[in-house]
């Protein structure tokens, strides 16, 4: 098991012990404060080798527990979560000007999105902990994601989102058992909410970037990525971007595979975000790599509800990685979003919420607008189109067409 | 390939020519003149050993390849279909009485239905016969399933839903491009309809029964179950039952196992039918295993929209399949439905739409009411909780509670 050497703050540099912090640097507080987990890469550059993974037979994340922070791993629950399909669909590519395009199908997990990789871990961590309450503040997935994976556990989950979070979602959180407060106000003050209670009850905090495990599960991404491309990912890979945390964990698994040997080439990771929801992308922009990462919160809007977030809280690991990684963001309108989820569903089969649709739309932008060329790339879909039907109708001129049981009917709309 | 050595008739058992007949055999007609698919199974027993499968280094149903259809496997889609996860809850297997219990999560297949893996042979089988169009009759997962697997190859769909079909369904079907027409009458008249229309203008169709390759496609669930229990499969497989294509399915794959000498044991397997959907339970009970099997369509009512089918085709098919097989039938309540699928997303965080959950239903209603005892038994859970959200909010009475985003209004909660 990789247990975790240290926690250190992404600002000022100094490590804990992880048995003595639960969140964020104290001296630098919770929002430029967060925690990286650092392991004995050297020990495991010795314990580790390509067919390390493929030996566990493990078809899910679990294949990478080496480098993973589970302590006691009897607490993994059995759903399937992660290795999910990179499927290559040469026509798109081709289309995009690559030779090799490959999309890393997320809404294919438990619960439908690629938050499952880091709620496996956290109620692992609750547990370890003892905790009998894990909370979350969510625009909907992480939560359904934590209720999803607390279910078969003793656990109970204590749900904070918007009220403007898609039907599906909350309905998937019901149906999960937790108990789910409609906050009245943006997810930045659900957000605040679920910290205050988490505070004040002695819940677990689940909260994007407050928790250090997040990162490590939202990491293994980028490791199948790897693995699946038989260690020669491709050149660029584009995920959209809310809090920044998936960002965060995708430029931390791809370093540190290129710490432990495992790949001779990282990928350039581009975040994408909505036009009106993309404060980390103006970070990205002023950051000159040496000085604080500058942090301006906005009111965010943009259709894709799961990364609609104007108070981004992982936004000082997204820059600093994202400089490190050599990649950048992009932004994209919401008509280029719902053009990308209506071509993706038609050209591939897979049908991408908005903000998994968004990964392409980003794509098209860097090659067609911004002149970026690569060989290959990759788009994360970090969601199922079937948690936002309403938005996927407005990504379709096309309506049903209502006919009475009749031949003729059909004759007549041909 | 297992390329099919013959098509023959469930009824009066003429054997065809695979090349010279596309769907039912012209003696016995569409309802009880549907076709089997046989192989050379000596030649199959020769090649063939339980290690075959894994070996294909393939983490989907075409692992069985062999055991499949296809005659020209450049047509594979890229989507990953089937090698769903099946799990084990011992607790949940306590309760009911068993020693172990598999819950085999087919919602996590590409258009989250059981269905995908019918539509992905038959969008091969269309492109053998150089067709241009496929259409389908469904209560919605066959056709959003038929529509994704057409979206990457150049094949125009044709869906006829019934007009009650949930909206997450239709809104899957118009984002995958299909020209979907909504039916005002039942499942039954748009399934007349759309073989209608096959006929009219030469469209290759995917409608239940009709099409002898979709069971082959189903009966992979049954091959997966025996892999994934090491060639060892619970006592009792329990099912939702609409057409009857899925249970022949899981019926004709345990059997060809045992044909070919890779199982020892066949499990019986039993189909659930929703109390005001069960004409397949009636024929069973009135099934004497000699005579004709008795045919009488009713007028479908439940709230488990995909197996609301009043007029069922593969009937014949499922009753003569069962009883061979030594299995039976069970019918459930709506309200059996819905708390299985409560009962089900809150012990094991498996989200399933109602059709699936009737499979849990079934299983607790033959333990807790017949007093049928098993050591082991499996679920199928046949479509993804997110394709129905309007049932599953049925399923609890838990409501979200609306709150300012203050500590105060949380406590006044707890």
């Known amino acids: 098991m990789g247990q975790p050497a240290a926690l250190r703050c992404i600002s000022c540099g100094k490590e804990y012990d992880p048995s003595q912090i639960d969140y964020t640097c104290p001296t630098c507080g919770p929002r430029r404060g967060t925690l990286e987990v650092l392991y004995d890469y050297d020990r495991l550059k010795k314990q580790l080798s390509r067919t390390t993974f493929a030996e566990s037979g493990l078809e899910s994340m679990w294949r990478y527990l080496p480098l993973l922070p589970v302590v006691q791993p009897e607490f993994i629950q059995p759903l399937r979560v992660g290795w999910t399909p990179a499927y290559r669909f040469p ?160 430029c931390k698994g791809f370093d540190e595979l290129a710490r432990l040997g495992l790949i001779d080439k990282v990928p350039r990771v581009y975040g994408v975000q909505a036009e009106g929801s993309s404060p980390i992308e103006a970070a990205f922009r002023a950051y000159d790599g040496a000085s604080d990462v500058p942090i301006h919160d906005i009111a965010a809007y943009t259709l894709a509800d799961s990364i609609c977030v104007g108070k981004p809280r992982d936004i000082v690991k997204a820059v600093t990685y994202v400089h490190a990684n050599g990649g950048g963001f992009v932004t994209v309108s919401d008509e280029e979003i719902l053009t990308a989820l209506r071509d993706l569903a038609q050209q591939t089969g897979v049908f991408a919420e908005p903000a998994g649709a968004a990964a392409l739309a980003g794509l098209r932008k860097a090659v067609e607008k911004h002149n970026m060329s690569f060989d290959s790339a990759a788009i994360v879909v970090s969601g199922n189109g079937l948690k936002d039907i309403a938005s996927a109708r407005k990504a379709v001129r096309a309506q049903a067409v209502s006919i009475r049981p009749l031949l003729e009917e059909v004759k007549r709309y041909l």
């Open 91 to 250: 026509v798109l590519a081709e289309r995009l000007g690559l030779k090799e395009l490959f999309v890393k199908d997320d809404g294919q997990n438990p619960t439908a999105s690629y938050k499952d990789r880091a709620s496996s871990i956290v109620v692992i961590k609750a547990q370890e902990r003892e905790r009998e309450v894990v909370t979350c503040a969510s625009t909907g997935n992480a939560a359904s994601s934590l209720a999803g994976f607390s279910a078969s556990t003793s656990l109970r989950t204590m749900i904070f989102v918007p009220k403007r979070a898609p039907e599906a979602k909350v309905a998937q959180l019901l149906i999960y058992g937790a108990q789910v407060f409609l906050v009245d106000g943006s997810y930045d003050d659900a957000y605040d909410l679920a910290a205050q209670a988490a505070d004040a009850f002695g819940w677990y905090n689940r909260s994007a970037a407050v928790n250090p495990y997040l990162v490590e599960g939202k990491k293994t991404g980028a490791l199948e990525l790897a693995e699946q491309t038989n260690w020669n990912p491709p050149d660029a890979v584009f995920v959209g971007v809310g809090d920044g945390s998936v960002i965060s964990g995708l």
